[in-house]
Nanobody, 124 residues
Framework: QAQLVESGGGLVRPGDSLRLSCAAP????????MGWFRQAPGKEREFVAA????????YNVDSVKGRFTISKNDRKSTVDLQMNSLEPEDTAVYYC?????????????????WGQGTQVTVSS
């Protein structure tokens, strides 16, 4: 089974930026829909963004409000999430996941493979 490994989380202040990265097997990044989800304490896992194998992007507009950008690098086999203007409400564990092409990208049930997650904490 494909392994996904997230990195880049940390403790930042409101207004700061972070770039999360997900390392995955080359075939996974090239052929699957890759998504980022997050889960805050006491809350359900929430869709953040996804990118299809051809680079089409989808965002949870309500939560990321144009502040986050998802991208992928097939050569490096990575999927990144650039997060700008971070807010305390963005505090969560962020997960990278892979779904079969064509599956509903906003639905966590579409994703068969998940990483372990990386903690992002936004606090002054």
């Amino acid at each position: 089974q494909a392994q996904l490994v997230e990195s880049g989380g940390g403790l930042v202040r409101p207004g700061d930026s972070l770039r999360l990265s997900c390392a995955a097997p080359p075939r996974t990044v090239m052929w699957y829909t890759m998504g980022w989800f997050r889960q805050a304490p006491g809350k359900e896992r929430e869709f953040v963004a996804a990118i299809s194998r051809i680079g089409t992007t989808t965002y949870n507009v309500d939560s990321v409000k144009g502040r986050f950008t998802i991208s992928k690098n097939d050569r490096k086999s990575t999927v990144d999430l650039q997060m700008n203007s971070l807010e305390p409400e963005d505090t969560a564990v962020y997960y990278c996941a892979a779904a079969q092409p064509g599956a509903p990208s906003r639905d966590s049930k579409s994703y068969q493979t998940w990483g372990q997650g990386t903690q992002v904490t936004v606090s002054s």
